[in-house]
């Protein structure tokens, strides 16, 4: 978690993806060069999301970012969903952890959430349609669920399959 170079995202197999994160209590200057190392290792990957599991570390912490939705990063510290609309909506998710798997996801279009800044401020915000999905796809990282998990069983016996072959 120093210095410049992105931290390393862990991939599929990896036992630290099926925990469940714990919360953070204190926004500590290590929590916050945390952030920092997950930022740089997600716009080194190319990806909008990010949670610190992903990273080796089962803390309840991701960071967001879109360019065009959310243009600066956004980091969510112990999230949690207070509404999610009626609405669904099914749409292919990667994921950082499982690179070249596309899965057909089904997620609320749009969720109010809580959680703490960087800053140790509380915050409330309601996401909606890609961000919302994002969000919702970074905080199943907190509780060990994988878009992988997603797939029915013959999906998930090729899968697994195709990943033994390579």
């Known amino acids: 978690m120093t210095g410049k170079t992105p931290l390393d995202i862990l991939t599929y197999g990896n036992p630290v993806l099926r925990k469940k994160s714990d919360p953070i209590a204190r926004i500590t200057a290590l929590i916050r060069r945390l952030a920092d190392g997950m930022r740089a290792a997600m716009h080194a990957a190319q990806g909008v999301g990010l949670a610190a599991p992903q990273v080796g570390e089962n803390l309840q912490l991701c960071i967001v970012q879109h360019p065009k939705l959310q243009p600066r990063p956004l980091t969510l510290i112990n999230p949690v969903i207070l509404e999610k609309s009626d609405e669904l909506v099914p749409l292919g998710e990667g994921c950082l952890s499982l690179p070249n798997l596309t899965v057909q996801v089904i997620r609320p279009r749009a969720v109010r959430v809580r959680y703490m800044d960087l800053k ?10 890609l961000l919302a999905r994002i969000v919702q796809h970074e905080m199943d990282h907190l509780t060990g669920k994988l878009i992988v998990d997603q797939l029915d069983l013959a999906e998930r016996l090729r899968f697994e399959a195709r990943r033994r072959a390579t």
Do not use: G, L
Not at 120 to 129: A, G, I, L, M, S
């Open 120 to 129: 140790n401020k509380p915050v409330e915000r309601e996401f909606t349609d």
